[in-house]
């Protein structure tokens, strides 16, 4: 079994920041692939940050310059950096993750975190 848990979620100010971090945990013998989704009220969840492999990185548009995902293999731990927040970044933030459970298997299974709220207000 694989859990995924996210944290750091909360309440902060515009222009503030926050880290959240997710924690990959269970039989895993390999991440190939650590992703950040958000999803606000009314809409659908979507990519804002990934890495990928061996470290290459995606963003969303709306994120670049302000936010950034980092990993730590040893914790097997994905990070995303929150930086100059605005009202338009609160949601649910979600990770996933994309794990090798087999020694004996190549394929990658895909897991989800139960999300952290994030809300930036005044």
């Known amino acids: 079994q694989v859990q995924v848990v996210e944290s750091g979620g909360g309440l902060v100010q515009p222009g503030g920041s926050l880290r959240l971090s997710c924690a990959a945990s269970?039989?895993?013998?390999?991440?190939?692939?650590m992703g950040w989704y958000r999803q606000a009220p009314g809409k659908q969840r979507e990519l804002i940050a990934a890495?990928?492999?061996?470290?290459?990185?995606n963003y969303a548009e709306s994120v670049k310059g302000r936010f950034t995902i980092s990993r730590d293999n040893a914790k097997k731990t994905s990070y995303l950096q929150m930086n100059s927040l605005k009202p338009e970044d609160t949601a649910v933030y979600y990770c996933?993750?994309?794990?090798?459970?087999?020694?004996?298997?190549?394929?990658?299974?895909?897991?989800w975190g139960q999300g952290t709220q994030v809300t930036v207000s005044s």
């Open positions: 269970g039989s895993i013998i390999s991440i190939n692939y």
């Open positions: 890495l990928i492999g061996g470290g290459r990185t």
């Open positions: 996933n993750v994309d794990v090798q459970v087999s020694p004996s298997s190549s394929t990658f299974f895909r897991y």
